[in-house]
């Protein structure tokens, strides 16, 4: 006769298993959030959930507070209301929004990491040096334990003959592939990615989808702004269209971009097709 403790020794004794069972977790929730800047207000009340090892595709037209709402789960942005749980925890807030306990958040931020649509690596780092800043400053990692990995992350995005140039003299793609391995660097629950090949001439965009769309296979989860419709389509588990600062319609995205019910939503598939 089969007992409870059958399934905990399973998945104690395999990997896989303890993977398999931590899908299906919420990695991030959102309720109500509100943004205002001054008298304008960018977030309306947004609520969103994305589980362990989802690809949530958050699509837009420009002004309807997509980056916002990625900057605001990583605090770059305080929130004006509304909660913030990653990973279980709720991230405490005062009444304003503005972080009530600073090093909770600089815990939390080690769970989450960001690509930016215009890089930002430090110009005057290598590559290597850029992907190693953080393990080594902030998580302490011993250097050369963060050498090492940092060349297994620059290798497996492509750059690993690009280690000791700097960003400067490198094409847009490979800054965008060396920001996506630092990214990588803290180990993080969950990726952000605001339209991470918006910067990029077309001709480069394919390289970077092809390393997020790797790591999407291998059950990253991921919040990703883009206005790639079909990259968006073919990766994704959910697409959420945020218009004016709400959420018009959410859901798989064989209903979203085959289905839509909304106007807005496919007026917006029309204008971007």
């Known amino acids: 006769m089969p007992t409870v403790a059958t399934a905990e020794q399973d998945t104690a004794t395999d990997p ?47 002004g309807s507070g997509k980056s916002t709402m990625l900057r605001c789960i990583n605090f770059l942005e305080s929130p004006s209301g509304g909660k913030i749980i ?38 005057h780092r290598t590559l290597l040096e850029n992907v190693i800043e953080v393990p080594v400053h902030v998580l302490k990692i011993p250097r050369a334990e963060a050498i090492a990995q940092a060349r297994v992350l620059l290798k497996r995005v492509g750059l690993a003959d690009k280690e000791d140039a700097f960003p400067a003299f490198l094409s847009g793609g490979q800054q965008q592939r060396a920001a996506i391995a630092r990214a990588l660097a803290v180990d993080p629950s969950v990726m952000l990615f605001d339209e991470p090949t918006s910067a990029l001439d077309p001709e ?60 807005r939503l496919q007026q917006f598939l029309k204008s971007v097709s």
């Not at 931020?109 to 430090?122: C, E, G, I, K």
Request: overall charge neutral; aromatic content about 6%.
């Open 86 to 123: 990653i990973d279980g925890e709720e991230v405490k807030m005062r009444a304003d929004g503005t972080p009530a306990d600073r090093r909770q958040i600089e815990r939390i931020r080690t769970r989450l990491a960001m690509v930016f649509q215009s890089f930002n690596l430090w110009t």
């Open 204 to 263: 480069l965009v394919g390289e970077v989808l092809t390393v997020i769309r790797d790591l999407a296979a291998e059950g990253r989860t991921m919040l990703l702004v883009t206005h790639e419709m079909r990259f968006a389509r073919e990766v994704a588990d959910h697409v959420v269209y945020l218009y004016q600062g709400r959420i018009e319609e959410q859901g798989p995205p064989a209903e979203v971009f085959g289905n839509p019910k909304s106007e």
């Open 16 to 62: 896989s298993s303890a993977q398999s069972a931590s899908l299906g977790k919420d990695a991030v929730r959102i309720e109500d959030l509100h943004k205002s800047f001054g008298t304008l207000k960018v977030l309306k009340g947004v609520s969103l959930t994305a589980r362990q090892g989802d690809v949530v595709a958050i699509i837009g037209g420009s």
